[in-house]
């Protein structure tokens, strides 16, 4: 079963837009954390935010935010004000507890911002 | 800080041959790196994950034989592709785990190698 699944395979927004890449997961472990990265086309994994399965409150760091639903496993990430920049892969990961750090990622989102 | 290194970033060789792939750790201790594997527009697949100083675990269906990992010391994990096939030709990324520091981003990526096999 998949862990980590993302069900956009591709994204379009306009510029200065929010969007929302969806992103669920399965677990069976209390201890969990939920990871987006950003892969332009160079290839390199640009780290975005973190989600500790304990935090209380949404993660947020800068244009970036995490919609947190614990009871329904998702872990939605939010854009604000996209910018031209933004467009790329976006990954969802998960690192389990008791896996010594390895993470699983989903198939990836293609966003494509439109000037 | 924190960064990782991969070399070479791309290289194209002949079927048959094999290729080593280095990552390295520039400014911090990494107890553990991570080898993925991502084909054009698919995800990052988890190969192998090398501990400094002891064999590296592989994921099922990974062939270790082929797949050659060492993690000689706390800043270097290379990677070999044997005898490497046009379908061995791929996007290789490597990440390194921190050893000190109670970050919770304390996984931290490499820029990649394409491997491309003739």
């Known amino acids: 079963a998949q862990k980590i699944t993302q069900t956009q395979p591709g994204m379009f927004v306009q510029e200065k837009e929010a969007v929302t890449l969806d992103c669920t997961y399965d677990t069976s472990d209390q201890s969990y954390g939920l990871f987006w990265y950003k892969q332009p086309s160079s290839g390199e994994m640009i780290f975005l935010i973190y989600?500790?399965?304990?935090?209380?409150q949404n993660a947020t760091e800068g244009r970036y935010s995490l919609n947190f639903q614990k009871a329904r496993k998702s872990a939605n990430l939010v854009i604000s004000a996209s910018q031209l920049g933004d467009s790329a892969m976006y990954f969802c990961a998960m690192r389990e507890g008791n896996q010594g750090g390895k993470l699983i990622f989903g198939q990836g989102t293609e966003l494509s911002v439109k000037p | 800080g924190a960064v990782v290194s991969q070399h070479p970033s791309w290289v194209i060789c002949k079927s048959g041959t094999s290729v080593k792939i280095e990552c390295r750790s520039l400014?911090?201790?990494?107890?553990?790196m991570f080898w993925y594997r991502q084909f054009p527009k698919q995800s990052l697949m988890l190969m192998a994950t090398s501990n400094e100083g002891s064999k590296a675990t592989y994921e099922q269906g990974v062939e270790k034989d082929k797949f050659l990992i060492n993690h000689a010391s706390l800043t270097l994990s290379t990677l070999t592709v044997t005898s490497a096939h046009p379908e061995d030709s791929s996007f290789y990324i490597c990440?390194?785990?921190?050893?000190?520091?109670?970050?919770?981003?304390?996984?931290?990526f490499g820029p990649g190698t394409r491997l491309t096999v003739l």
């Open positions: 990440s390194a785990k921190r050893l000190a520091g109670s970050s919770y981003n304390e996984q931290f």
């Open positions: 989600q500790g399965s304990y935090d209380e």
């Open positions: 400014d911090f201790q990494a107890t553990t």
